[in-house]
């Protein structure tokens, strides 16, 4: 059986940098769930379809020409690494992820990331529908001021103007939706809770990887 680490948790807690190095420290692969969510809400404007028409957007992820190749996400052949992460996409991700149809359409490309020698996936659903077997699940989050300060120096950091007042009110906005929608809502459930208001990410990282140490050494 392919260990599985789940990572899910509220937008901007800092889940995708922390699951990516425990990735690394494990020489485990890395899935980037909201990717795939943001590359779907990307292709659905490109081709000029509504974010909430289900009969449309269900086939479109099913059928999405995307790649992940060293680094950078690929759709078709264009490079959109960088504007799948606008504050104008990120909002168009969460109104398409809950579209029951294109979650199921991408159910089996993220079951596809199981590969030896394991898998670290982050997300809102990774341990309660996609890897339901994971090893180790880890719900991780912080305070909201916290989450929108992180949100605002990672788009300072790639001279993406950004205001903390509207930062604020989206995150909230986003959480209320993620975790409100009728299919996979952001859940805690049977995950451990990883808060990290206070912790650095080298922090949260080493506390991941006792967890699954831990786990991987339990009897199962
Ligand atoms: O960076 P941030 O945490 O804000 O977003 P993300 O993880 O890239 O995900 C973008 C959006 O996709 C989220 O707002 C969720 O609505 C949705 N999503 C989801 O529904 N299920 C997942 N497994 C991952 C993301």
């Known amino acids: ?61 099913a059928a999405l020409p995307v790649r992940f190749d060293a680094g950078d996400i690929y759709l078709e052949e264009q490079v959109v690494t960088e504007d799948i ?17 294109v979650r199921a359409g991408l159910l089996l490309r993220q079951r596809a990331f199981r590969q030896p020698p394991g898998l670290v996936a982050d997300g809102r659903d990774m341990g309660s529908v996609v890897f339901p077997d994971a090893a180790l699940k880890v719900f991780l989050t912080a305070s909201v001021p916290v989450r929108a300060e992180r949100r605002y120096n990672q788009l300072m950091n790639k001279g993406i103007p950004a205001n903390m007042q ?6 909230e906005a986003r959480d209320a939706r993620d975790a409100s929608r009728a299919v996979a809502p952001l859940q805690q459930g049977s995950a451990l809770l990883l808060d990290t208001t206070h912790l650095t990410i080298e922090q949260a990282v080493a506390r991941v990887l006792a967890w699954y140490a831990a786990a991987a050494a339990a009897p199962s």
Do not use: N, W
């Open 85 to 101: 992460r606008s504050e104008a996409c990120s909002r168009d991700a969460s109104l398409v992820a809950a579209v029951p149809a």
């Open 166 to 171: 509207v930062l604020l009110r989206d995150i």
């Open 1 to 61: 059986m392919i260990p599985v680490i789940a990572i899910d948790g509220p937008s901007a807690s800092g889940k995708g940098t922390v699951a990516e190095r425990v990735a690394g420290r494990l020489g485990f692969h890395y899935l980037d769930s909201g990717a795939l969510y943001r590359v779907t809400a990307l292709a659905a404007q490109r081709a000029g379809v509504g974010l909430e028409d289900a009969g449309a957007l269900g086939p479109l992820a």
